[in-house]
């Protein structure tokens, strides 16, 4: 899947880099909930990732045999797998950690609805890769993201070691979502219709920039609103369709591994790569939202530039109204649990 751009879009001097020690070119990702819907698809996608050279799967349940599975696909690097007993061993030297570790929604439910069960879980892994990995990449997928990001920084600056530039909510899939839907409104490609979606990652705290895009500027009246309301509840249309039996797993493991493989890109010195990521951010701050996904480039540290939204159309001046008040109570409510913890 991304063998031949991502080393295409390597440079000669960050390849120089990536293989210039033994230290730099151990790339150890660690996913947490690696036996899940999600988790094992991305665990897939992950093995066929050249930038991964060890995989370390751990989930309460099952990943020892997921990680069986996958190892016999024949890329380059190792996986282990590791029982609910053996979190500390799985986390032992990763340079990057993908949590989609917890329960996904049922028709009927929002995704803060999820925070009862949710929180606690993403609370105690982030405290375990503080112990063990408090250098490591955290990127983010259990939800709600707009609350579990804040706890896991919460967590990790209790612990004294929270650095705001390695800590990223996967807002992947709204962007993945608003290509996918400009496109087929546009009649193009959705490589031609790349949308910068920020905000959140639930109903009205998702906005997409419709109008600084070529082909979505155009977009104007009904076929606007339908399309700014999917990609804002495509998540509600997954769910109901898999009608009980969880949701979005198949796109989100894409989703997931995409975000990985350009986070591992920058770390390995690429430049240039831009995409948004829920991280903590200025952008809002003054307004008392400290977390907001906008568009980020990775760099060798991580969050190497978070950059402003740009221009607005009056319609997306609404919607981040709309977006505003709804993420800074999710936020607050993720600080609050681990205050109170
Ligand atoms: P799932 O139930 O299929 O898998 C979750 C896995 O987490 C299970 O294997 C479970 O054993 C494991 N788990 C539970 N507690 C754990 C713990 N303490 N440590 C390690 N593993 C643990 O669910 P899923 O469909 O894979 O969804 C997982 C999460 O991802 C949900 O919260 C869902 O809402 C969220 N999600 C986020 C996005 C996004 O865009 N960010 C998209 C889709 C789903
Ligand atoms: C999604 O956007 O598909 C995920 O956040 C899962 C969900 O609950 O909708």
Not at 275 to 295: E, H, M, R
Request: with cysteine.
């Amino acid at each position: 899947m991304f063998s031949h751009s991502a080393a295409r879009a390597l440079t000669a001097q960050s390849r120089a880099r990536l293989f210039s020690s033994t230290a730099s070119r151990q790339t150890k990702v660690a996913v947490l909930g690696a036996g899940g819907g999600i988790g094992q698809p991305l665990s897939l996608l992950l093995k066929s990732d050249p930038l991964v050279t060890s995989l370390s799967l751990y989930d309460i349940r099952g990943a020892p045999g997921v990680a069986a599975d996958v190892s016999h696909v024949d890329t380059a690097s190792e996986v282990n797998g590791y029982a609910a007993d053996k979190l500390d061993e799985a986390l032992d030297g990763v340079k990057v950690v993908v949590i989609p570790a917890g329960v996904p929604r049922k028709p009927g439910m929002t995704r803060d609805d999820l925070f009862n069960t949710n929180a606690s879980i993403v609370r105690d892994l982030a405290t375990a890769i503080g112990r063990v990995a408090p250098t490591a990449h955290i990127l983010v997928i259990s939800n709600p993201v707009n609350s579990t990001v804040p706890i896991v920084a919460a967590t990790l600056e209790k612990a004294g070691v929270f650095d705001p530039k390695r800590l990223f909510g996967v807002t992947t899939l709204d962007v993945v979502r608003a290509a996918r839907f400009t496109a087929g409104i546009a009649g193009a490609h959705p490589n031609e219709t790349p949308i910068t979606v920020v905000g959140g990652h639930s109903g009205a705290t998702i906005v997409p920039l419709l109008s600084q895009s070529a082909y979505g500027k155009g977009i104007k009246g009904e076929v606007y609103e339908k399309l700014v309301y999917r990609i804002q509840f495509g998540g509600d249309e997954v769910v109901k369709a898999k009608d009980g039996a969880g949701s979005a797993t198949l796109s989100m493991a894409y989703a997931g591994a995409k975000f990985t493989n350009s986070l591992l890109r920058g770390l390995s010195g690429e430049k240039g790569v831009v995409t948004p990521t829920f991280v903590y951010s200025p952008l809002y701050a003054s307004q008392g939202i400290d977390f907001f996904s906008s568009n980020v480039e990775l760099g060798v540290n991580g969050v190497e530039k978070i950059h402003p939204l740009g221009p607005l159309s009056a319609e997306e001046e609404k919607l981040m109204e709309a977006c505003l008040p709804e993420l800074k109570k999710n936020i607050e409510k993720g600080k609050a649990f681990v205050a109170s913890s």
